[in-house]
């Protein structure tokens, strides 16, 4: 797992958005199989997302900024489609579409450069949103790392994870 961290982070150093996203949206997948492979994906996803990111992005009772079920929408969305919009995705929640932004990026719009802005309703650059989710992927591919960091630390003692994270692809 610290491998694919710092891939994330080697990514993001090296400007490759695509591959710090793609990478980081797959670690609460992989952390949450590690734990338990007998739960369902979305399952795991979720509640890993919900234990460990939370804190983050939100949680109840108020609405959550990113919940966990649109973070795995997105997830599904992205992996399987290279696709923000979340609309269709069973998964979803709240959000209909998730956008990212560079670091440096005056914004879009109305939309304030910061970590992250929610928007309802609102036009940019001839599209319109409906619930949408404006993240700075810097930002949130290190809310990713951190939080797969402090899994670790959480999971050291544990032999039975341990031994299944022994069966990650290695790369020669």
Not at 20 to 37: K, N, Q, T, W
Not at 71 to 92: F, P, S
Not at 121 to 134: C, G, K, M, P, T
Not at 150 to 161: G, P, Q, S, T
Request: a neutral charge; glycine letters at 6%.
């Amino acid at each position: 797992m610290r491998s694919l961290v710092a891939a994330v982070r080697l990514s993001l150093r090296t400007e490759n958005w695509y591959s710090a996203l793609f990478v980081a949206l797959s670690m609460p997948d992989i952390c949450g199989r590690l734990e338990d492979p007998k739960k369902p994906t979305g399952q795991r996803y979720v509640d890993w997302f919900r234990r460990y990111l939370s804190d983050t992005y939100g949680a109840p009772p108020a609405e959550p900024v990113l919940s966990p079920e649109d973070c795995y929408a997105l997830r599904c969305a992205l992996v399987h489609e290279g696709a923000g919009d979340i609309a269709g995705q069973q998964a979803k929640k709240v959000l209909n579409e998730i956008c990212f932004f560079r670091p440096g990026s005056q914004g879009f719009g109305p939309v304030r450069p910061g970590h992250c802005n929610r928007l309802t309703n609102v036009r940019i650059n001839d599209r319109e949103f409906s619930e949408a989710l404006w993240l700075r992927v810097t930002d949130f591919c290190e809310d990713m790392c951190r939080a797969v960091e402090k899994w670790l630390n959480d999971v050291a003692r544990e032999a039975a994870i341990q031994s299944r994270m022994n069966g990650l692809l290695p790369i020669y």
